[in-house]
C-alpha cells in the first residue's frame, strides 16, 4: 500500500486542521493506521492510532481531546482532525500503515512498514 498524507498548513494557535492520509492498492480496510509526529533533532512521536474496524481510536496523552483520527474505508482515507492547537504540535506529521499491528505496539514507528511523505504543520503563537 502507498500513502500519500496533505493537509498541512500554517494556522494561529488555537485553530484547527484537518490531515488527510489516502492509501492506494486494495484492502486498506484491512490495514492500522498510525499517525506520529517529528520535529528536527527529535525522534519520531506516537500521536494516534486507528485499527482496522470497530476499535475506539488511542490518542497520545499529549493530544487526547483535541484530536480525533477517524477512517473512511469506502474512500481509502484516514483522517486527523485536529482542533484547539498549540505552537508545541508544530511539526511534520505522518501517516503509516501496516496490517500487523498490535495493541501494545501500535505507539512504535517500528510497528508500520507503510508511511507517506508527511505533511508540513506549522503553529504560530
Known amino acids: 500500500v502507498q500513502l500519500q498524507a496533505s493537509g498541512g498548513g500554517l494556522v494561529q494557535a488555537g485553530g484547527s486542521l484537518r490531515l488527510s492520509c489516502t492509501a492506494s492498492?486494495?484492502?486498506?480496510?484491512?490495514?492500522?493506521v498510525g499517525w506520529f509526529r517529528q520535529v528536527p533533532g527529535k525522534e519520531r512521536e506516537f500521536v494516534a492510532s486507528?485499527?482496522?474496524?470497530?476499535?475506539?481510536?488511542t490518542y497520545s496523552d499529549s493530544v487526547k481531546g483535541r484530536f480525533t483520527a477517524s477512517r473512511d474505508n469506502a474512500k481509502n482515507t484516514a483522517y486527523l482532525q485536529m482542533n484547539s492547537l498549540k505552537p508545541e504540535d508544530a511539526a511534520v506529521y505522518y501517516c503509516?500503515?501496516?496490517?500487523?499491528?498490535?495493541?501494545?505496539?501500535?505507539?512504535?514507528?517500528?510497528?508500520?512498514?507503510?508511511w507517506g511523505q508527511g505533511t508540513q504543520v506549522t503553529v504560530s503563537s
Open positions: 503509516a500503515a501496516d496490517r500487523g499491528v498490535i495493541m501494545s505496539t501500535r505507539g512504535e514507528p517500528g510497528a508500520y512498514n507503510y
Open positions: 486507528l485499527f482496522r474496524s470497530g476499535y475506539v481510536p
Open positions: 492498492g486494495r484492502a486498506f480496510s484491512t490495514y492500522s
